[in-house]
């Protein structure tokens, strides 16, 4: 949108007309997205159960190109094609969240899935960690603005071709995929046929209040997140001063401290045994909420006309505290839920879309003007949504596998897998012939 408003101010590209949105028209066009794929989450859950990972998330990949690849054209044409364009992303973003629970579920090592989960999420925050930086340097460049979308279009289909040539939805059909690691993957994992995976107990699931307190507590994350993700450019700019290149180069520090904080923190969770896995749970979300509403309570009182550095700088560390979830929240998901993640974890995109939507119009309608003040009240508003979630999380959440996931669990312990340094090879027997003495070549068996 600063790409956009930077080239609409001049009226003419070399590239043709850009038309001007208004707020609400921006507004819309931002929500679009996250409506989109609200609606379309409740449809992409069965038909990813019925068809499988594979099928379903190479054909979001390819409904995400073509709109993305169109959305120049559609944005020359005026505000309801580029709406209609933003809807198609919509959809094929809602198979984003149901596929990391199918994933984590059938991939994961069951002592593993902190990196995994950590691995899987960071999409998050690593695509505008690649893509901001990227944009704004192709919206200064000679190529304007539309290049920004066809560059998308394009490493997005080079992505889900290796995607499609790579991935199976089972480790035991994979080609590079040995026996003794799939029997290994297929520890405390349940034993389902398609027709038993396809009846989720979704009353169940409903009344459990571990569920619930995955999914409130995403509500604040993403509160945070997309505050982050859709609008800190615009703060760099209009805020803190920063040109255009400068300020999509700027906002990707946020989002790329937290990604390198989630990979970390995914993999240490795995390995903290000093308290238990619901305590550890409660720790990892704690830090993360709280640590990222400290340093925000700091910056709500520093003036950004005097200390633009240290703005960005605090900005920036609290959004990296939040990589912590990767122990908390995210982590908890796939361990209730088991072989129903998909639909738990799933339901995770329910709290990313939800403030898709409703973040715009809390920015728009708290900081109109991009002020020092506007964003002062931005900042409180995040802190308030961080530490009412983090408390709801903390008394209802849990590490245990939920009741209703107890129905056949397969007979590989973890006890039955030697380690590699106990494994003794076995020497074949030794054939000696009767005649042997008679004989003057040598033997091969």
């Not at 933003?86 to 629970?101: C, E, H, M, N, W």
């Not at 690649?130 to 490493?155: K, N, T």
């Not at 209009?238 to 937290?258: K, Q, W, Y």
Request: charged content about 10%.
């Amino acid at each position: 949108m600063v790409c956009l408003k930077s080239d609409a101010d001049s009226n003419e590209t070399s590239n043709g007309h850009v038309p001007r949105f208004s707020t609400d028209q921006r507004t819309y066009l931002t929500s679009a997205v996250a409506i989109a794929a609200l609606i379309s989450n409740f449809f992409i859950l069965p038909i990813l159960t019925l068809m499988g990972v594979r099928t379903i998330f190479t054909v979001c990949g390819g409904i995400s190109v073509i709109a993305t690849a169109f959305m120049p054209i559609g944005i020359r044409t005026g505000f309801y094609t580029a709406l209609l364009l933003r809807i198609l992303q919509g959809i094929a973003f809602s198979s984003a969240f149901p596929v990391i629970g199918a994933i984590s579920s059938k991939w994961a090592y069951f002592k593993q899935y902190g990196f995994v989960v950590s691995t899987l999420v960071g999409y998050v925050q690593l695509s505008p960690t690649l893509s901001m930086p990227i944009s704004g340097a192709l919206c200064e460049s000679d190529l304007e603005w539309p290049s920004v979308f066809y560059g998308h279009a394009i490493v997005t289909a080079v992505l889900f071709i290796i995607f499609v040539l790579i991935y199976r939805n089972s480790p035991s059909k994979h080609p590079l995929v040995t026996t003794i690691e799939s029997t290994k993957i297929a520890i405390n994992k349940a034993v389902q046929s398609k027709s038993e995976s396809r009846n989720i107990p979704y009353m169940e699931i409903l009344k459990t209040p571990a569920v619930w307190a995955v999914w409130i507590a995403s509500i604040g994350n993403f509160t945070f997140v997309n505050m982050v993700f859709l609008y800190s450019p615009t703060y760099f700019h209009n805020t803190l001063g920063m040109e255009v290149a400068e300020s999509g180069l700027s906002a990707a520090v946020p989002a790329g401290l937290e990604f390198l904080l989630k990979i970390s923190c995914g993999l240490i969770s795995d390995k903290v045994k000093c308290f238990n896995e619901t305590n550890r749970l409660r720790f990892y979300n704690t830090v993360a909420y709280f640590g990222a509403s400290g340093v925000l309570g700091i910056l709500c009182f520093i003036d950004p006309s005097k200390n633009s550095t240290l703005c960005f700088l605090l900005l920036s560390i609290a959004t990296a505290f939040l990589g912590f979830t990767t122990g908390g929240f995210f982590k908890s998901g796939p361990m209730i839920a088991k072989q129903y993640s998909q639909f738990v974890t799933g339901n995770v995109s329910l709290g990313l879309t939800l403030t898709m939507i409703i973040v715009p119009f809390v920015k728009n309608g708290i900081a109109p003007m991009d002020s020092a003040e506007n964003w002062r009240k931005i900042f409180f508003f995040m802190i308030g949504m961080l530490v009412i979630t983090n408390i709801i999380f903390c008394i209802f959440c849990s590490a245990e596998p939920a009741k209703w996931t107890n129905d056949k669990i397969a007979v590989v312990a973890s006890s039955s897998i030697l380690p590699r340094s106990q494994i003794v090879p076995v020497q074949p027997p030794t054939y000696i012939p009767k005649n042997r003495n008679s004989f003057n070549s040598t033997y091969i068996d």
